[in-house]
Structures are given as structure tokens and as C-alpha cells.
């Protein structure tokens, strides 16, 4: 089974700072796909960012944007000019194609805006 | 377009009672999936399925089980509460040429 590592339980940010939250994986697979999602206080998981592993390039979304190191198998999560509504639990997760798509899911960080 | 809809929203249930999480997606997605999420933890994978009439273990099956007779449609049925099953659970759907993963609201079980 893959394994996904979230590190940082809690972390806090002010408003307008940007934030960087980690994740690790582990796998043997050479294609797959990572996600990130956001989860606010009304427990509804939202998509944040996706990457697909055979990609270099590091995908952006508005103010969300990823540093993926294939090789050391990281994939963090940089969230610039923070909001409030940024304020939720933020899952990192593993899918490995072709497996009925099966997501492998991080503990979980809880980020807090600070106004 | 509703997207990922289950029932209920919340619910107490007795040692040993049973009951079904109805999980219903109009999106036409064939692929289908029931996570449990418990207190400071990630999703965990229950059970699966790649289309109607097909259905398969994640990580988590033991206490649970599955049906798909429709492309639609995905219940989660529990047969004997146990406190263990206290936690709040997702269904999610998606598309096999797209992997997003749409999630319903969730249910929130407690059982005592």
C-alpha cells in the first residue's frame, strides 16, 4: 500500500503571508497522480491542486501552487496572500491509476488564518 | 447537477443495529467509493466500485458492506454497529478518463 505523510499537524499563518505545508509519499509506481484538498469547517473536501507525476512542471492554481520533487518523492503546498477562507484542514493525497483509481490519504494538516 | 449526494446527514445508532448510508451521483461517473474519516485522521478507503455490478475491498472493508446495481447509486451498509464504526463517513464518485475525486457532504455516525 502507498503510505502519504503529513508532518505538520497545526500550523498557523496572518493574513496576506504565504504558507507552505509538506507532504511525502511513498511508492515504487513511476505514474500516478497527487492531489490536494481542502477541508473547511462545513466537512466538505474540495479540490485544491492536482499534478500528474510524468509532469515537470509544477502546477499553479490562482494563489495555490505546488513544489513536486519527484525523486525525493515531496510534494508541498504553498498557499500565497492568505485568506481567511484559507481556515480549513488540508489533505495531501496518492492516486495510482488504473486500480479502480484508489486514493491514499494524509493525516491532515489544520491550517489557521490569522487576521 | 447535485453532484455527490448522501443520506443522512447525521445519525446515533445502538450496538448492534444496522443500517444503510445512501450515497446517490448524477454525474454519470462509473467509478464509486465509500471512505471512513475518523477524529484527526485522514480518509480511509472502505470500498470501492468501477461500475454497476462491481465492487471491491479498500483498506478498511470488516464491519461493512457494498452494493452497485446502478451506475448511479452506491450503499454502504453496516450490519452490526459497534462503537469501533463511530465516525463520519464520504462517499465520492469519479470519471475513469478524469481522476478528481467528487465528495458527497458526508454522514456523521455515532454509535453507542
Known amino acids: 500500500a502507498q503510505t502519504v505523510t503529513q508532518s505538520q499537524p497545526e500550523m498557523s499563518v496572518q493574513e496576506a503571508e504565504t504558507v507552505t505545508l509538506s507532504c511525502t509519499y511513498d511508492?515504487?509506481?513511476?505514474?500516478?497522480?497527487l492531489f490536494w484538498y481542502k477541508q473547511p469547517p462545513s466537512r466538505q473536501m474540495i479540490l485544491v491542486i492536482r499534478?500528474?507525476?510524468?509532469?515537470?512542471q509544477n502546477a499553479t492554481e490562482n494563489r495555490f501552487s505546488v513544489n513536486f520533487q519527484k525523486a525525493a518523492k515531496s510534494f508541498s503546498l504553498k498557499i500565497s496572500d492568505s485568506q481567511l477562507g484559507d481556515t480549513a484542514m488540508y489533505f495531501c493525497?496518492?492516486?495510482?491509476?488504473?486500480?479502480?483509481?484508489?486514493?491514499?490519504f494524509g493525516t491532515g494538516t489544520s491550517l489557521t488564518v490569522i487576521p | 447537477n447535485a453532484g455527490v449526494t448522501q443520506t443522512p446527514k447525521f445519525r446515533i445508532l445502538k450496538i448492534g443495529q444496522s443500517m444503510t448510508l445512501q450515497c446517490t451521483q448524477d454525474?454519470?461517473?462509473?467509478?464509486m467509493y465509500w471512505y471512513r474519516q475518523d477524529p484527526g485522521m485522514g480518509l480511509k478507503l472502505i470500498y470501492y466500485?468501477?461500475?454497476?455490478?462491481?465492487?471491491d475491498k479498500g483498506e478498511v472493508p470488516n464491519g461493512y458492506n457494498v452494493s452497485r446495481s446502478t451506475t448511479e447509486d452506491f450503499p454502504l451498509r453496516l450490519e452490526l454497529a459497534a462503537p469501533s464504526q463511530t465516525s463520519v463517513y464520504f462517499c465520492?464518485?469519479?470519471?475513469?478518463?478524469?481522476?478528481?475525486?467528487?465528495f458527497g457532504p458526508g454522514t456523521r455516525l455515532t454509535v453507542l
Open positions: 465520492a464518485s469519479s470519471s475513469s478518463s478524469y481522476n478528481e475525486q467528487f
Open positions: 511508492t515504487s509506481e513511476n505514474n500516478y497522480y
Open positions: 499534478q500528474e507525476a510524468y509532469k515537470q
Open positions: 493525497a496518492f492516486m495510482k491509476p488504473n486500480t479502480g483509481n484508489q486514493f491514499y
Open positions: 454525474m454519470n461517473h462509473n467509478y
Open positions: 466500485s468501477v461500475g454497476a455490478g462491481i465492487t
